[in-house]
């Protein structure tokens, strides 16, 4: 599925307005640009673009992936909504377990939220004690 010059503009300013906002200064957000085209560019990594966020989609191993959230969705309540929709994508592509991790506190009130049997436990990543989210369709 190819998509076209408007979504990706679309999907390009909310990649850069979100990593602008997190790292501070265009440089920096050009470099993230540039780190996130690689990575979709490999087998298994692919950006699903939902309401006002980007999921970066990473298959780790048969039907498990990691995802990570790129963007600002202003109202947490239609970030869950997303999430949501993002479980029906993830479901279609026959994932048994789908994770993701953040030191951000305010993702467990968003899994909660959801409604889905999302299990918490905390976890050392990268240097750095973080809360992991699990998911097991």
């Known amino acids: 599925m190819t998509i076209d010059a408007q979504e990706q503009q679309v999907v390009a300013q909310i990649a850069n307005d979100y990593f602008l ?16 085209a690689k990575l ?13 966020v980007l999921f970066l989609v990473i298959v780790r191993g048969k039907g498990v992936v990691e995802v990570h959230t790129i963007g600002n969705e202003p109202n947490p309540m239609d970030l869950v909504k997303d999430f949501v929709e993002l479980t029906n994508y993830l479901k ?6 789908a994770y993701t991790y953040s030191q951000d506190n305010r ?6 939220l959801t409604g889905l049997p999302i ?12 809360n992991v989210y699990i998911l097991e369709f």
Do not use: P, W, Y
């Open 21 to 36: 906002d997190e790292l501070g200064s265009q440089e920096n957000a050009d470099l993230a640009m540039s780190k996130l």
């Open 40 to 52: 979709v560019q490999e087998k298994g990594a692919k950006l699903v673009h939902i309401g006002n």
């Open 92 to 97: 279609n592509i026959k994932t048994k377990v």
């Open 107 to 112: 993702f467990s009130r968003i899994a909660k």
């Open 119 to 130: 299990k918490q436990k905390k976890a050392v990543v990268d240097g750095k004690n973080v």
